[in-house]
């Protein structure tokens, strides 16, 4: 029996599905009703993500908040201090999109681009790095400690070589 992906990169959306983030966590048993209800009485008051108010309360980490995103929007997660990353690869984004919106540029096959990210919901900056590069964005997921580790090992304090090129 052959299996067949019946998704293509297009049709791959960070929309969540019907299970919202907060019942997650409960049946994962990360938070209580109570604290999830506390988070929600904030946002409603204040806006804001539930997942980073849940993390402000110290409720829950941001493992626990990238592990129900997982489940919840079928996101995969990569662990990206344990990949290497080709640095044609890391300039195709420039490297004030990448520290401004938090994602890194991690592989390209073709026309399709794998972008981690911070808030894999953020069509805006999907939009600005499709129209950048001309390719397709499969996004993945990683923590913010993750992620801000992999800016300052791959983009550090100094430009990448051949800055000036990114921004063509």
């Known amino acids: 029996m052959t299996l067949r992906c019946e998704m293509t990169v297009d049709e ?4 969540p599905k019907k299970r919202l983030l907060g019942e ?8 209580t ?3 999830l209800n506390q988070a929600l009485k904030i946002q409603k008051e204040k ?3 539930i997942g980073e108010i849940l993390i402000g309360f110290k409720f ?8 129900a995103l997982v489940v919840q929007c079928n996101i995969p997660y990569i662990a990206i201090d344990r990949y290497e990353i080709d640095r044609n690869v890391l300039q195709l984004v420039p490297r004030e999109v990448v520290c401004r919106h938090r994602v890194i ?9 794998s ?16 129209r950048h590069t001309h390719c397709k964005v499969a996004p993945f997921i990683a923590t913010r ?15 990448p070589e051949n800055d000036s090129d990114a921004h063509l």
């Open 115 to 130: 972008l981690v990210m911070l808030n894999p919901f953020d069509t805006f900056v999907k939009t600005h790095v499709r």
């Open 145 to 159: 400690r993750e992620i801000e580790t992999a800016i300052d090992r791959w983009y550090g304090l100094e430009p």
């Open 24 to 31: 997650i966590l409960i049946d994962r048993e990360r938070i």
């Open 12 to 15: 791959i959306d960070a929309t």
């Open 60 to 67: 829950v980490d941001d493992r626990d908040i990238v592990a």
């Open 47 to 49: 806006g804001g993500y």
């Open 33 to 35: 009703r109570l604290q």
């Open 105 to 113: 540029p991690l592989d390209r096959v073709g026309d399709i681009l």
